[in-house]
């Protein structure tokens, strides 16, 4: 009935997908605070459409956030659908296929900023909603809260949190923001990597200077700040930072042997990356390394001349933006501290460095006995054909941490992503089939909620 | 006399002078091809109206180039003028306190892009020989050229004095676009540093990636090109390319001596600078490391997410433009050889490194003893009230090394700028009171060269 269901009404749903990732509701840029609130009021709308009975939108410190409710009954158990409508900005535009914000369906893969991440796995949230309310199927009561501040960090989201707690009160929170092995290879995200995000900045002399006639004499920011970065990694991959490792669980043999058992083809995985070797620390495997480690890396950096042809300066700063994945037990807020010190230690007199903590989140980790997360299974099992394995990724959802923390509620992590959906990247993607298996797998979720979750 | 005509015509001169700065010609820019042939033929319209026989503008492979002459006498002694008309790119452009192609005198200063390097001193050339033409004072030739790609290392240049030898044929020549020691202090020229720079790509992933699925298990390329600057140069801050010392003419006792000799407060130009602590290689002074040695720069740097906010990527891409000072007898080729060899070894096999030689320049030595040397230092004695030192600097005009192989001539370097007139930065100017003793120099030197030079 379902399948049936999700076949009749593509076109409709396309087209109302579309209508929400057409507003470039790109949360870092402070231009587009008018298309935020246009992409809220259109969640607005369609939630209403797929029958809530309620929606409104609610305004945080920062951009503001869509909440919707279909309650049942007061009396019954709650599910609290999580999701975001901002999205990363779309640069580099050059390397797009088609335009970032013009959806486009080619090879039976929708092309867009947000096709996946999260427009795309929200919108299948909202869909297979819609189907249990038009089928009269929903027998316990479902709350949506979509925030626009997920790719910033979600900064105003713990004290909306706080603020909201008996409105946003659940038995269980559901949010489709991660991804699956593969396409043959369903999995349910059971960990995320908590993060923290800096800016650094490296000042030298207190304004640019001819190469020639400085160069040699004074020290150059971008010099200092490359021997810095250096000096974060050693050669065994490992994090410098004093105190970085102190609070990191080390995997148990057994989660050594369950990753190990994951089907991973190393080459391939290098070869699609098209990298000669990969690099990390040492004692680990790939996967283990993406998912399980802590792991520094830098976003960006600039300084100096960066135009076109060539201009002797040697400039008076340099930045970089940098940030660590965390593992389950790292304090977010420790390391941020312990990143600033150290990297302060590491400037030599003849600069000047300021560190801004940008943001910062905790890791997760989700326990397979729980009965929602047995509801998720039996969902992904109807709709993909097989039991999803359980594993931790990489990524950070912050948020996830905090809904623990403040709402007391753990959160099943149906996600229905592929690596090869470039997100962040240029041609976003989502196939057309995962979205249909997706909207599926949570509509048969719902319904083993009920049977299971007393 | 001259002081009086520079009174007089003042408004004039800067009238003139204005008008080719209010012409943006910033040759990396190729927007901007339309103002480098305005810039051109301003020039010489302004050179006809001092007094030139002859002006035309001479194609090249790159922005034509502007030659002037006035002939006296086909067996008079000749002496030949270089200036360049192109700029540098003024950004940061939010740093400028006034518009860098607006011209504006402030506090006495002309600041603009340009005011002093080198169409400011290039000025101060053109109406000095007006000043002797309108006095009948001229008893030898003058020509000039002027190019339109110093400030991008003159690539048609040498090519451009192979094809023009006779046409350029001189007993001296004479350029204006150095500095002296201070305003109180003039100076003159006797070296130049040579350079050579380039462009270098690190390529990691063949995409953005997202740094939460796959930091800790592909190499950064922001981390890898930081460890492989961070390598440049050793803790006694020396350059680590194998063979860069091995033509380094070391400085000799005596040359040493008079270098400490030069007046100069170490402490000052720190705080000028607003640093803790200078930079350099151990062992040599500061006036040598930024004009007798060597140096190694990183004059841009830039990869990744550089926008506003928090963007968690790990990029594909990392560039660097990096260059070198080189001092007479380093040879630019065989340097950027040994560069691009050794960078290239650097690189770990988890990335591809590109390294792209943009270009290069010699060297260059004057010696004091020679009689057009004298003339310049009379010149400079007339104007200033005291006799110049012979300082070696540390900026590059490579095509000095070119004139001197091609056309078989040695270059005296009559410069007027000052260190605080921020040439390559924001807020570049020219103190008027220099314009007007350069002038008078530049005549009194045309004087003492009919003297001194038989």
Redesign the interface.
Known sequence: MIRTYIADNEPRFLEELFSLIRIPSV????NRKSDMLRCAERWKELLLSAGVDRAEIMPSAGHPLVYAEKIIDPQAKTVLIYGHYDV??A??LE?WKSAPFEPEVRDGHIFARGADDDKGQSFIQAKAFEFLVRHNLLRHNVKFILEGEE???SPSLESFLEANKSLLQSDIILVSDT?MLSKDLPSLTTGL?G?A?W?VEVT?????????????????P??V???M?????DERGRVTIPGFYDDVEELSPEERAMIASIPFDEDAYRKA?????????EGYS??E??SC???????????????????????SK????V?T?LVPHQDYNKIAQQFCDYFQSLA????KVEVRF??GGHGYVCPIDLPAYRAAERGFEKAFGRRPLAVR????IPIIADFERVLGQKTILMGFGL?SN?????NENMPLDLFRKGIEAVAEFHIAFDELVK
Request: glycine residues 12%; hydrophobic residues 35%.
């Open positions: 949360s870092s840029d402070s990363m900005p640069e580099p390397l790719e910033i960090g991804s990597r993060i995000y800016e030298g002399p207190n304004h640019d200077l001819h190469s020639g006639h400085f160069g040699g004499a004074v020290a150059n971008i010099i700040l490359s021997e970065l250096a000096k974060m990694i990356l098209d990298v000669e070797e990969l690099r990390g620390e790939t996967i390394r993406n480690r802590p792991a520094f890396d830098v976003c960006g950096i600039w300084g100096g001349y960066t135009g076109e042809g060539a201009k002797t300066v040697l400039p340099a930045f970089a933006k940030s994945r030599p007199k003849s600069v940008l943001h990724r990489g990524g950070s690596e470039a997100i962040h990247s240029p």
